[in-house]
């Protein structure tokens, strides 16, 4: 069972990481200029990764295959 949870979590993971440096990579090419690589690029990361710790609490259910302790 384990590693079906593992199988199932692993296109779910790759999804989150293309959308997160996606959007950190948009955040560099608006904001890099003015405020830097390093800030612009948590700037972009930042509303992402808060939008993955809401959905896990606001949906626990979608994790019950281990892509969180929620």
Excluded at 11 to 18: D, E, H, S, T
Excluded at 54 to 62: M, Q
């Amino acid at each position: 069972m384990r590693l079906l949870r593992f199988v199932i979590a692993l296109p779910v993971i790759a999804l989150m990481i293309v959308f997160a440096k996606a959007a950190q990579f948009a955040a560099v090419d608006a904001f890099g200029a003015d405020l830097g690589f390093g800030l612009a690029s948590m700037l972009g990361g930042g509303p992402v990764l808060a939008f993955y710790y809401w959905a896990a609490k606001r949906y626990p259910k979608l994790n019950t295959y281990g892509l969180s302790r929620g």
